[in-house]
């Protein structure tokens, strides 16, 4: 496996763990970089870094002392620790370098880079861009927030092989040198407040996927996006703009029910496979990426007339005594919910809630045209329903948990109706992530017989 070669650090302090934080200590490891651990977890109760800890290598648990930071020049941190973290802030007032493992992978990879991000959708359009390039014969690999962490990837690929990249905020925000030979930016909607605490931070974040870029590069970019259209005044990469409503011609764009490739029709919307309005955002992308890298029309077409999406992500799970059950838990924030909303237009059954980020709900709420009853649970359960009320929307019950949600939203339901799981929450109130958030709903649908 690949290793690190002409790395510029020295002494590398890795902070936090799990799975970016054991692939970056195994990288540095391989490759001989003196470096140290620190994690919140106790050794005792800490299976990776007790394996390091055998290793030989400096394991700091159950504390974040400043001391850490002696003798470091660079911070991988895991990306969910926020910049407010003591050991970060003091990291940046020494002047030293804060990155994820996302921007070690940069060191490794030697072939094309698709970098992907957006607000909603990154997991559908990163897979539907993978599954676009390998009909396309090019033997991509598909890393960041889906499948396998990046630098793991980058170990394994060939050269010249493609890797496409579903990348966070989180991680974008530590960028440095990374630099993508595509990017692209889906929408930008408010989301993670609690982490990036302002817009500006929020939006400043995404739009570091392109910040290294230079004219041999390639942008693509949602021209229907206000945030876009005012964050991407001035790109050094050559743009591709999409657009939905039809209003840009430059790039891709719907008319009439065909989508085109700068005027070059491509497929009709009623031939693509993937469920709602929304996911046509996420098509066009994949349409982008698969012509700039000379895929046949007819492979395009093949693979969107059978991309049904991913799971979790509006998956259809099955039908119930005439209910047809969506699962959505990757709807984490109120944007993604209303685009599973506007999905359908059947009377729906919603299932919300899950951790209190700050936000309000009176925006979800509004746009419930098609919803006939509300179901919230979780921390946030009692904000949804004072919205509800500000709104005079009275079709709501809240219970304390998934479980108990799931079955009272099926007592609600009707023959005909959609029974829809779209939390417009994070899943950390109740469940390590929303992949098993979403299994629970799987599993208490199969127990609605």
């Not at 992308?285 to 991913?310: M, P, R, W």
Request: glycine share 6%; aromatic share 8%; proline share 4%.
């Amino acid at each position: 496996m690949k290793t690190l070669t002409d790395f510029p650090y020295q002494n590398v302090l890795v902070l936090g763990l799990a799975k970016s934080g054991e692939a970056a200590a195994q990288l540095l490891y391989d490759s001989q970089i003196p470096f140290r651990i620190n994690d919140l977890t106790k050794l005792d109760e800490n299976d990776i870094a007790q394996r390091f800890d055998k290793l030989g290598v400096e394991v700091i648990t159950g504390e974040h002392p400043i001391s850490v930071l002696d003798g470091i020049d660079l911070v991988v941190k895991n990306p969910g620790i926020p910049y407010h973290h003591e050991i970060v802030k003091e990291a940046i007032d020494r002047d030293v370098p804060v990155i994820t493992e996302v921007e070690l992978s940069y060191y490794l990879i030697d072939g094309p880079i698709i970098a992907i991000t957006g607000s909603n959708g990154k997991t559908t359009t990163t897979s539907l861009t993978y599954e676009l390039l390998k009909a396309g014969g090019l033997d991509p690999l598909i890393a960041g927030n889906i499948g396998k962490v990046a630098t793991t990837v980058a170990r394994q690929q060939k050269s010249n092989q493609p890797v496409v990249m579903e990348l966070s905020s989180f991680q974008l925000k530590a960028i440095e040198n990374f630099k993508p030979d595509i990017s692209v930016l889906i929408n930008i909607t408010e989301a993670h407040l609690d982490y990036h605490k302002t817009m500006e931070d929020y939006v400043g974040s995404k739009l570091n996927i392109t910040k290294n870029q230079n004219e041999e590069d390639t942008l693509i970019y949602n021209a229907d996006d206000q945030y876009l259209r005012n964050g991407i005044a001035n790109p050094k990469a050559k743009i591709i703009p999409f657009s939905v409503s039809g209003l840009e011609r430059k790039g891709l764009y719907v008319d009439d029910d065909i989508v085109f490739f700068q005027h070059e029709p491509i497929i009709n919307r009623k031939e693509i496979a993937l469920p709602g309005d929304h996911n046509l955002e996420n098509v066009l992308v994949g349409i982008a990426v698969a012509k700039l890298f000379n895929v046949a029309n007819e492979d395009i077409k093949s693979v969107l007339k059978t991309f049904t999406g991913v799971k979790h992500r509006l998956q259809f799970v099955e039908s119930v005594n005439g209910r047809q059950v969506f699962n959505d838990s990757k709807a984490t924030n109120i944007s993604a919910t209303l685009m599973a909303i506007q999905a359908f237009n059947k009377p729906i059954v919603l299932i919300v809630g899950g951790l209190d980020r700050g936000v309000e709900f009176d925006q979800l709420i509004q746009s419930f045209e098609y919803v006939k009853y509300c179901v919230a649970y979780g921390q946030s359960a009692s904000k949804i329903r004072e919205a509800a009320e500000r709104n005079h929307y009275q079709s709501i019950i809240t219970v304390d948990n998934l479980q108990e949600a799931t079955f009272k939203a099926y007592e609600a339901s009707e023959k005909g109706d959609i029974l829809l799981f779209s939390p417009a929450c994070a899943s950390w109130d109740q469940f390590k992530s929303f992949e098993e958030r979403g299994d629970m709903f799987i599993q208490l649908v199969h127990k609605l017989y």
